[in-house]
Structure formats: structure tokens, C-alpha cells
């Protein structure tokens, strides 16, 4: 199958450095509706994320300390820090706050915009049997579907020369935010830190019927920590 390139990005002003060093738990809703987007390949617009902060997270990377795994999460703000899960999933994290903290936003779904057929080849889907909902709803489909590897670990987030860089655009989309506890993780995981776009369909996981959002539990899912 030939892929036909995705476009250098969709219209929108580019988030610099700036945008993100705050708080993770003030960047992470501001992240909620934004576009997230890798040259070459796509993106989508945010509809849930997650902020882990520096101090009184036990679920964060940083909790403990500067390891060589966890350095990037230190600053400076505005890169990107990605890790593998289970051995299997690669995590995508953007670093936040000012450069000294530990602290970062994990990206939990987008909805995908056109064109999608990277993202749904990437996802093993090239022949679009699957519904769009499911490509990237979860942070394991994230990573996948825009074809991550430990080497973005690091990266400063940009246009990397027009070439293989990724962006966050504010396209002035305006949204409704809603707050959650986090999903699948069996210490902090109580904290009112996730952020979703309510009532989308592209989310990693639906509200239950009678229960909070966020609730209950959804195999082994835990992100950081």
C-alpha cells in the first residue's frame, strides 16, 4: 500500500516552550482540544491526558528522584518523553514545568483528523477495517499509531525541519474540559489529574453507567509510576 504523506501540519499556531512551562496539572487541561501532530506521518485533536506532578505523586516517574530513565521528565519543558510499558507499549509523555521539576503530561487519546491512513497502517489497519474511535484511544494505540521509538525520548517538540518533528497547535478550537481520576494505577491513582473532552468518542474509556468517570479498573494500565 503507498501511503500518501501527511500534510506539514493543519493550520494552527505552534506551542512553544512557553506553553509549557507550567504545572503539568495546568497544562494538561489546556492541552484539551489541541492538535497534536507528527510531521510526515499525523496526528489528531487531544481528548484526554493526564498530568503527573513532581511532589505527593507516587504514581509519577519523578516521585523518587533523577534516574537515567526518567532524566528528560527534569526539564527543559516542552520535550518529549517517551518510555515503554510492559515491554511493549511505548508511553508518549510532553515535559512541563520549569527546568529542575519532575514533571509531565501523558498523551491518553486523540481523534485522529485526515488524513488517517498513516496512523491506521501504523496501527496495522491499512485497509481501514477498524473504527476510527479505537486508533488512537489509549496510550499504548497513541504511541503506535504515530510510529514512536525510544529515539523521540528527549526531543525537543518542533517542526524538526520540516521533516520528522512534533508539534502542538492551537487551532482556537474551544472546548468544555472535564476532570477524573486517573485509570489503572494502583497508587495515586484517586488524584482528580485526568482530563478528558466529555461525551467524545474517542476516548480510552467510556463513562459507566451510575459510576464516576475514571472508575473502576481496566486491566494492567499503568503508565507511570
Known amino acids: 500500500m503507498t501511503l500518501r504523506p501527511a500534510p506539514t501540519s493543519p493550520p494552527g499556531r505552534v506551542l512553544d516552550e512557553g506553553f509549557f512551562a507550567r504545572p503539568s496539572?495546568?497544562?494538561?487541561?489546556?492541552?484539551?482540544?489541541?492538535?497534536?501532530?507528527?510531521?510526515?506521518?499525523?496526528?489528531?485533536?487531544?481528548?484526554?491526558?493526564?498530568?503527573?506532578?513532581?511532589?505527593?505523586?507516587?504514581?509519577c516517574h519523578a516521585y523518587r528522584g533523577v534516574t537515567p530513565r526518567n532524566r528528560v521528565m527534569f526539564g527543559p519543558p516542552g520535550r518529549v518523553y517517551v518510555y515503554v510499558s510492559y515491554g511493549l507499549h511505548i508511553m508518549l509523555n510532553l515535559v512541563c514545568d520549569r527546568e529542575g521539576l519532575g514533571s509531565a503530561v501523558l498523551i491518553r487519546a486523540f481523534e485522529p483528523l485526515e488524513p488517517t491512513a498513516a496512523l491506521r497502517c501504523n496501527r496495522g489497519d491499512a485497509l481501514g477495517a477498524r473504527p476510527l474511535e479505537i486508533i488512537a484511544a489509549g496510550p499504548g494505540r497513541v504511541g503506535q499509531a504515530l510510529s514512536l521509538d525510544l529515539s523521540w525520548n528527549g526531543r525537543e517538540l518542533g517542526d524538526g525541519n520540516g521533516k520528522e518533528g512534533m508539534l502542538v497547535l492551537d487551532d482556537g478550537c474551544s472546548v468544555t474540559v472535564e476532570t477524573t481520576s486517573r485509570i489503572g494505577l494502583s497508587e495515586g491513582g484517586e488524584l482528580q489529574l485526568r482530563y478528558i473532552l466529555p461525551g467524545s468518542r474517542f476516548l480510552s474509556r467510556a463513562p459507566r453507567r451510575g459510576t464516576p468517570w475514571g472508575s473502576g479498573a481496566r486491566g494492567k494500565e499503568r503508565e507511570q509510576g
Not at 29 to 48: D, Y
Request: cysteine-free.
Open 25 to 59: 496539572h495546568v497544562v494538561a487541561p489546556a492541552l484539551i482540544g489541541k492538535i497534536l501532530w507528527r510531521l510526515g506521518v499525523g496526528g489528531g485533536r487531544l481528548v484526554e491526558v493526564e498530568a503527573y506532578l513532581p511532589v505527593g505523586d507516587p504514581a
